[in-house]
């Protein structure tokens, strides 16, 4: 009972803050490390692909996004509906943090698809299912940045983005499996949860390394968004002390 | 390395490029928002910022 009120505390903004603000370091520097050997396996180690040649090199950024984009997005909605539903102010405040840098990575792996598409379809965007679904998510995170800021009481914002974010996410599993529902330009997935990938270990390694890093740039961005949030809504003396002694 | 990229260094260096500037602006937005609050906050506080 005594733990699980311990664990409980953290729930609270105003507790969460200076922990946000101390793990915010563990995630950002193996961050910036796993970045850098990314890049060095996916340019340096990896080979030139005998069918695309060097434009392959364009999937160690693009991949990474679009897995991002999609997990961030469940996420948002995940905690989103925690706080509708337990009234969780730190939840709904998380879901917000979550929506610029989902909607970052979306927009990442839109750019770098297209960019990708042009060397190798010929063509910089085609309206199929996977490119239509991303596009939709990147409108659904619009979308939930743009309600939450048009709405002045926060609480009232996060009701009507939480229920947004819900029904929004029936668009994940649909993004995910459109290139096995319909017959689509886009190739199908390279890596699977169960069988073996289609693609040479050291540009799995990159591909890999490349998500990890996306993941930990991710998780620290959000922190750190987090902490603003915590600011900007909880303008009390235990927040401002804490700014004031760090400052 | 092959810095052209097999003729395709547009598309790649573009692809990484793009994702550079993307998260670099997000981080510079976030050090620019956290500077602002601190400010605003120790004017709350009263904590004269020495």
Same mark, same amino acid.
């Given at each position: 009972?005594?733990? $699980?009120?311990?664990?409980? $505390?953290?729930? *609270?903004?105003?507790?969460?803050?200076?922990?946000?603000? +101390?793990?915010?370091?563990?995630?950002?520097?193996?961050?910036?490390?796993?970045?850098?050997?990314?890049?060095?396996?996916?340019?340096?180690?990896?080979?030139?692909?005998?069918?695309?040649?060097?434009?392959?090199?364009?999937?160690?950024?693009?991949?990474?996004?679009?897995?991002?984009? @999609?997990?961030?997005?469940?996420?948002?909605?995940?905690?989103?509906?925690?706080?509708?539903?337990?009234?969780?102010?730190?939840? *709904?405040?998380?879901?917000?943090?979550?929506?610029?840098?989902?909607?970052? =990575?979306? =927009?990442? *792996?839109?750019?770098?698809?297209?960019?990708?598409? $042009?060397?190798?379809?010929?063509?910089? &965007?085609?309206?199929?299912?996977? @490119?239509?679904?991303?596009?939709?998510?990147?409108?659904?995170?619009?979308?939930?940045?743009?309600?939450?800021?048009?709405?002045?009481?926060?609480?009232?914002?996060? +009701?009507?983005?939480?229920?947004?974010?819900?029904?929004?996410?029936?668009?994940?599993?649909?993004?995910?499996? *459109?290139?096995?529902?319909?017959?689509?330009?886009?190739?199908?997935?390279?890596?699977?949860?169960?069988? +073996?990938?289609?693609?040479?270990?050291? @540009?799995?390694?990159?591909?890999?390394? @490349?998500?990890?890093?996306? &993941?930990?740039?991710?998780?620290?961005?959000?922190?750190?968004?987090?902490?603003?949030?915590?600011?900007?809504?909880?303008?009390?003396?235990?927040?401002?002390?804490?700014?004031?002694?760090?400052? | 390395?092959?810095?052209?990229? /097999? /003729?395709?260094?547009?598309?790649?260096?573009?692809?990484? #490029?793009?994702?550079?500037?993307?998260?670099?602006?997000?981080?510079?937005?976030?050090? !620019?928002?956290? !500077? !602002? #609050?601190?400010?605003?906050?120790?004017?709350?506080?009263?904590?004269?910022? !020495?």
């Amino acid at each position: 009972m005594t733990q $699980k009120r311990h664990w409980f $505390k953290y729930a *609270s903004p105003t507790v969460f803050y200076p922990l946000a603000g +101390k793990l915010i370091p563990w995630f950002a520097i193996p961050a910036t490390i796993l970045f850098i050997v990314g890049l060095y396996v996916g340019f340096v180690v990896a080979p030139t692909d005998f069918q695309q040649g060097d434009a392959y090199r364009i999937i160690f950024i693009h991949v990474p996004a679009a897995w991002m984009g @999609m997990l961030l997005y469940v996420l948002l909605a995940f905690y989103a509906a925690i706080g509708w539903a337990f009234n969780a102010r730190l939840s *709904s405040m998380m879901a917000s943090s979550l929506a610029i840098t989902g909607a970052i =990575f979306t =927009f990442i *792996s839109l750019a770098t698809g297209s960019l990708w598409g $042009k060397p190798t379809w010929g063509t910089w &965007w085609v309206w199929d299912a996977r @490119m239509t679904s991303t596009l939709i998510l990147l409108f659904l995170y619009v979308g939930f940045i743009s309600l939450q800021a048009a709405i002045d009481d926060p609480r009232r914002a996060d +009701k009507a983005g939480a229920v947004l974010a819900i029904v929004g996410v029936i668009n994940v599993p649909i993004i995910y499996f *459109s290139v096995q529902w319909w017959n689509t330009l886009h190739q199908g997935a390279t890596i699977r949860i169960l069988g +073996k990938p289609t693609i040479a270990a050291p @540009m799995l390694a990159a591909m890999l390394i @490349m998500l990890a890093a996306c &993941w930990l740039y991710s998780v620290a961005v959000v922190l750190y968004r987090l902490r603003c949030i915590i600011l900007e809504r909880e303008q009390n003396a235990a927040v401002i002390a804490e700014v004031a002694e760090a400052a | 390395m092959d810095w052209s990229m /097999g /003729g395709y260094g547009f598309y790649v260096w573009g692809s990484y #490029l793009i994702a550079l500037v993307a998260m670099g602006a997000e981080v510079l937005a976030l050090v !620019k928002r956290t !500077k !602002k #609050l601190r400010v605003q906050a120790n004017r709350l506080s009263g904590f004269n910022g !020495k």
